[in-house]
C-alpha cells in the first residue's frame, strides 16, 4: 500500500442516517482500560500541555470520576476524546479519553495473532472469553452458506459465515466508539513488526463533516470497522483462502 495513502487517508465519505457520537460519556464509577501503546499521560488539569503527574501503562484501568461540565475535546491522529477527571493508583487527575477504552483487552495468548496477522481467530476467541452469550444460536443454512449468530448479555452479536471456501466474522459491538474497535484489534497483535504493518495497512474514511466513520484494514484477511445506521460498530474480517485457492488452480493450470 501507499505509504503516502496511509499516513493521510483522508477520503470523504457521506455517511447519512446514523446516530453514532465521537464522544461517549463515561459513568462515574466506570472502568477503562488505557489502550495508548506507549502510555497515557495523566496531567494535574485538562490538555496536553498542563503538569504531569505520572504516564499510565497500556493495559492498566482507571476509574472515571465526575466529570466536569465542559470538557476539552482533542483530535489526535484520527482519535476523538475529551480530557476527563480519573483516579489512578493513589493519584488523581485528567486523561484524554480517546486512549480509553470499555472494551476488555486480551488477556490469553490464543487472544493474539498466531500467523500472517489473521485476526478471525483471535476475535472469535477474544468474544468467548469476555462477552457471555444469552440464548441459544441463529442458524441459517442454504444452498450457497451457513451462517451462525450469537447474541450476547451486552447487546453484541457475533455473526459467523462460511460459503465454500469463504469465511466471514462479523461483531455488531453496542456503545463504544469506531477506536475502540480499532485499538482492540490493534491489542491482539504480537509485535512491534505486526502493529506497524496493521497501521501502515489502515485506511481512514470519514464524512463531510470530518467525522471518522469507517476503517479499511488491508491485510490478507481484510478487516472492515464501521458505523451502523443505528450508532453501533461493526467489526468484519473476511477470509481470503477462497482467493487463494484460486489463484493456486491458476497456477497448476498454466
Known amino acids: 500500500m501507499n505509504k503516502l495513502a496511509s499516513i493521510i487517508a483522508i477520503i470523504v465519505l457521506w455517511v447519512s442516517g446514523t446516530s453514532a457520537t465521537t464522544y ?13 501503546q506507549s502510555g497515557l499521560s495523566l496531567r494535574t488539569e ?10 499510565i501503562p497500556y493495559g492498566e484501568v482507571v476509574q472515571i ?6 470538557l476539552l475535546k482533542e483530535n489526535i491522529n484520527w482519535v476523538s476524546g475529551q480530557w476527563i477527571p480519573v483516579h489512578y493508583d ?6 484524554f ?5 470499555p472494551l476488555t483487552l486480551p488477556s490469553y495468548s490464543f487472544e493474539k495473532t498466531q500467523s500472517d496477522l489473521d485476526l478471525i481467530y483471535p476475535l472469535e476467541s477474544w468474544v468467548g472469553v ?3 452469550a444469552i440464548g441459544g444460536q441463529d442458524t441459517v443454512t442454504t444452498d450457497y452458506y451457513d451462517q451462525v449468530t450469537q447474541s450476547y448479555e451486552s447487546g ?9 471456501n469463504l469465511y ?40 463531510e463533516g470530518s467525522e471518522l466513520k469507517r476503517i479499511k484494514i488491508q491485510l490478507d484477511n481484510p478487516v472492515d470497522i464501521r458505523y451502523t445506521s443505528s450508532g453501533d460498530v461493526l467489526v468484519t474480517i473476511t477470509s481470503q483462502e477462497y482467493e487463494c485457492d484460486l489463484l493456486s488452480e491458476v497456477s497448476e493450470g498454466e
Open 97 to 101: 479519553d480517546g486512549y480509553l477504552s
Open 46 to 55: 485538562p490538555g496536553s500541555h498542563q503538569e504531569l503527574i505520572t504516564i
Open 168 to 207: 466471514k466474522l462479523k461483531l455488531n459491538l453496542k456503545d463504544v466508539r469506531i477506536m475502540d474497535a480499532y485499538h482492540l484489534l490493534k491489542s491482539m497483535l504480537n509485535d512491534k513488526y505486526e502493529i506497524d504493518h496493521f497501521e501502515r495497512s489502515s485506511l481512514f474514511l470519514a464524512d
Open 24 to 36: 461517549p460519556i463515561f459513568e462515574e464509577g466506570q472502568q477503562l482500560f488505557v489502550v495508548a
Open 65 to 70: 470520576l465526575q466529570p466536569d461540565s465542559i
Open 90 to 95: 493513589g493519584h488523581i487527575g485528567y486523561v
Open 130 to 132: 469476555h462477552l457471555h
Open 156 to 164: 453484541d452479536q457475533l455473526t459467523r459465515m462460511n460459503a465454500g
